[in-house]
Each structure stands twice: as structure tokens, then as C-alpha cells.
């Protein structure tokens, strides 16, 4: 247990020196929302993947398997899919795109070159469905990590999300995409080797 409360916090720590790292990076606007558009495509994709299948991938998925069984593998075509769309199909013209209008978010792109009341309307619209949509996300993954934690170290539910999410929006308020990149590149290696060690472990377990 004590190896364990240890590992997390030098892990909460890195994440911190990561923010601190990455608000010595940024300057204005684009080092902030963007990484200076230069993350290069290690940190870029493996930080996309990262987020992308995160909590869910690791807690939902596998328990999704241990109910339905072999079934649940129709999951990976999907994401495979949507991953192939976005990096294949949709992100090198939306770069060149958002190069060209200098846009910031994909909100402003969308608006970009419309009358006054249309962006207006787009911006709030593409508000309403961000915030909604990111907002039950992120609220499944403080739920994710905090049961993690509560049954791990046999904390508080309430006090492992309030510890776990006041960490994430430090590194995040203080590094912006630089510090949200960077630790999620951290975080898919170690999602990636658990995901290889933790079932090899289990077959040599049952046999």
C-alpha cells in the first residue's frame, strides 16, 4: 500500500512539473490552445489516443468484455475507424484550413467567413454541444479515477476526485494543450504496456 500511495504521488508531481514545464512554452494564444502547432506526430497521436480511450477504454471496455464476452471486440473496428477518419480524412485540410483563417478552436473555423448573426449562432451552438458533451466526458473520468483511487487506497470517493481533478486543472490552467499533450503522451505508454502486461499476467495466472 505504501509503494502504491508512493508511486501516485510522484506521478501527481510529474504531472504538476509537466504544467510548470509547459507554461514556460507558451507565449500567446496558439503555444496555449494549439502547442504552437508543433507537437510532431509521437506526442500528437499517442496523446489523441490517449484521450480519446482513456478510462472508458481501460474500466468500461474491459468490463464490457468480462459481462458480454468476445462480443465486445466489434468496439475496436469502430474506434479504429474514427481514428482513420480523423487523421486520414479530416486533419491535414482543417490544419491547412485553420492556418489560413489564423482560427484558434474548431468553433471559431466553422465560423470564420459567415455573416455576424451566423457566427453567432454557430459559436453558441458549437458552445452548447461542446459543453455538453465534454462536460458528461470529463465527468465520467473524475468518476473513473475516483473510484480507481476509493478502492485502491480505500480514500473518500469525494476526496479522490477533488484531489484528482484539482490536479489535472492545474497542470491543464497552467500548460495548456502543451501540458494536457504531454501528460496524456505519458499516460498512452503506460496504457499501452498495461495493456500488454496486465493479460499476459492473467493467462499465466489462470493457466
Known sequence: MKSLIVTLVIYKIVLLSIGYWASRRSHDGADFYLGGRG???WVASISSAASSSSAWTL???????????MSAIY????????????WYVLARPMRKLSLEQGSVTLTALLADGATPKIARLITI???????LSLGVYVASQFQAAGKTFAETLDMNFKHAVII????VFLYTLSGG??????????????????????????LIEVG
Not at 474491459?62 to 458480454?68: C, H, I, K, L, P
Not at 451552438?125 to 459543453?131: D, G, P, R
Open 75 to 86: 468496439i475496436f473496428p469502430a474506434c479504429l475507424a474514427g481514428f482513420a477518419l480523423n
Open 125 to 131: 451552438s458549437a458552445s452548447i454541444v461542446i459543453l
Open 177 to 202: 494543450f502543451w501540458a494536457a499533450s504531454v501528460s496524456d503522451l505519458i499516460q498512452g505508454l503506460v496504457m499501452a504496456l498495461a495493456a500488454i502486461i496486465v493479460p499476459l499476467f492473467a
Open 59 to 69: 474500466l468500461g471496455v474491459s468490463g464490457v468484455a468480462f459481462t458480454y464476452g
Open 39 to 41: 507537437l510532431g506526430p
Open 164 to 167: 484528482g481533478g484539482g490536479v
